[in-house]
C-alpha cells in the first residue's frame, strides 16, 4: 500500500513539474496567415483581421492581440500549449462575413496557423435577397471572352468571336505588328497575329492558338441590323486587370442598317457590344471626340476574310503562354525597410547615346519618395511665414513585381535651325539616335520580356520644347526571377533606329545586378508564405 502511495505522488511530481515546465517554456514564433478563396479557388488575403489569441492551459495570462498585415499575415511569440483564437472583426468577401473560433495546439517552431473558408463561419453578409437580370447573366456568361490585345505602343479591347482564335480589336497599324499580346486575365497572356484588317472602319482580327484557352465561352455573333431593338436594354465591359472587368449598361436608342445609337459608356476602343440575349452586335470606335459602334454588319467581309486564313496553319501562332507580372510586390516591405535616398549612381548609366533606367520597385519607391519630400520642403519654403504650407499628399507605394528597362536616347538642339525661330515658337529637340529594339541577355540566353515598348517621346505640356517624330524610347518589362545568379553574365543589348542589326552592348556589373536579384527578395517571401511559386522569366 505504501509503495502504491510513492507511486501515485511520484506520478503527481511529474505531472506539477512538466506543467510547470510547459508555462515556462521558451515562446517560439508562430505564423498566421487569413486567406479566403472563391469557387475559383483565386486566393484573395484578409488584411487588417483583428486577432485574439487566449491561452487555455493559464487561462489568467493576458491574452495576445494581432492584426494581419496587406498580405493577410502576422507572426506571434507563444510558449507551446493550447490556445484559443478568436477575430474580433470580420472578413466581408464574395457577399458573406467570416469570422473564426477555433482551438489550436503550439508545438514547433514557425507553426503556421491558417485561416481560411474551411475553418471560418460564414454568414450572408447582406440583409436583403438581391435581384440579379438577365442581363448581368449575360454579361458572366460572355465576359470570360473579353480580352486585352497590347501592341509595342498600346492597349485596347477586343473580343473572342470563333473557336479557330480569331479575336476582333481595334485597328492595329502595320508598324505595330511586331509583337503582339493577348491577355485573356492577369495570369494568361498569349502570342497574337493580324490575319485580317479593315481601317477605314478601325478594326483587325488577331489569331491566337486556343490550346491552353478552352474554358471560354465564345459569344454568338450577329450580322443582322434587326439584332437590337429600340429600346433594348445593351452592355458592354470595363476591361482592367487589376481591377477586373466589370458591366458596363445603356439602352439602344436606335439601330438600322446605318448605325447603333445608344447611350453605353465605353472605356476604350475595340470594346465589344452585346445585346440582351448575350450577343455580339458591334464593337466601338473613337471618331470626333466621341465613341460610336461599328455594328457587326460592317465587318462582315473582315470577318469572313479572317475566318478563310484561319484554314491556313501558318497563320496559327505558337501555344505557349507568354510571361506575366505575377503580382503587387508587398508595400510594407518597401516603407519598412528602404532608404528613400534615390540611388542614382545604381540604376541609371549610359549605353552609347541611349541613357538607360534599370529598375525595381524599390528603386521606383525611393524615387517617388525623394520627390514627394522635395516638394514638401519646397511648399515650406514658399509658405508665408505663420501660415500652414499647402498639404501635400504621399503617392501610394504600389508597384507591380517587375523589372523596368527604360531607354532614352541622347538629343541635342539643332542650333541654326532654332536661331530663327519666333518667340512663340517652339524649340525642336532632336535625337542623336533613337531606339529600334533591345535584348537582355541571361548568359547566352534572351530573356523573354512580360511586355516590350517602343513609342515617341513626348514633352510635358507647356515645355516650350518638342521632340521631332522620329524620337522613339523604348521601355521592356521582364519578371523579378529574370536574372537569377546562376546567369553567369547578363548583358544589355540596345539597338539604334538607324543600325538596327548592329548593337551596343552593356554588361551589367554589380552592385546593379546583385540590386536586380535581392531587391526582390520580400516579394519572394511572401509567395514562398502563399504558396504561390513566382513566376521564371522564360527565355528563347
Known sequence: MRRKALFVLLALTIAI??????QTAKPI??????????RDLNIKPVPRLQITIRSLDTPSEPTVELRTSLEGTAEANLAPGKYQLTTTSNAELFGKSYTWDFPVTVSKADQLIELSNDNAKAIDSSSRTAHVDE????????RAAAVLVATERATHDGILIDETGLVLTAHIPADQQQWIAVFFDDKRSLTGRVIAEDEKNDASIVRINMENVKDVTIPLISFDP????EGERVFSLDNNLQKGKSIRTGVISKADDKGIIGDVQFTDIGSPLFN????LVG????????????PLSDLKELIRTAREKATNAAT???????PVSPGKFPSDALIARHDPRYEKEIYDFKVGEFNVYMGTPVSAYQWNKMRYEETVRARQKRAVKGSQPEQVKEPAYDFPSIIIVEVTPEYKLPFWSNMGRLPQQTVVVHPKTSFHHMRLLCGDREVEPIRPMRFPIRAEANAGYRFDKDSMQGEYYYTPDSLPPSCGTVKLEIYAADEPTKPVVKQIEKPLRDRL??????????QARTGVAPQQGEVK
Open 17 to 22: 513539474v512538466s506543467s510547470a515546465s510547459a
Open 29 to 38: 514564433p508562430v505564423k498566421i496567415r487569413a486567406a479566403l478563396f472563391d
Open 135 to 142: 442581363l448581368i447573366e449575360q454579361f458572366r456568361r460572355v
Open 226 to 229: 434587326g439584332a437590337l431593338v
Open 276 to 279: 440582351s440575349s448575350g450577343t
Open 283 to 294: 464593337i466601338s470606335l473613337y471618331h470626333d471626340r466621341a465613341y460610336t459602334v461599328v
Open 316 to 322: 496559327l501562332p505558337p501555344a505557349r503562354m507568354l
Open 517 to 526: 536579384w535581392e531587391d526582390f527578395e520580400p516579394f519572394r517571401r511572401l
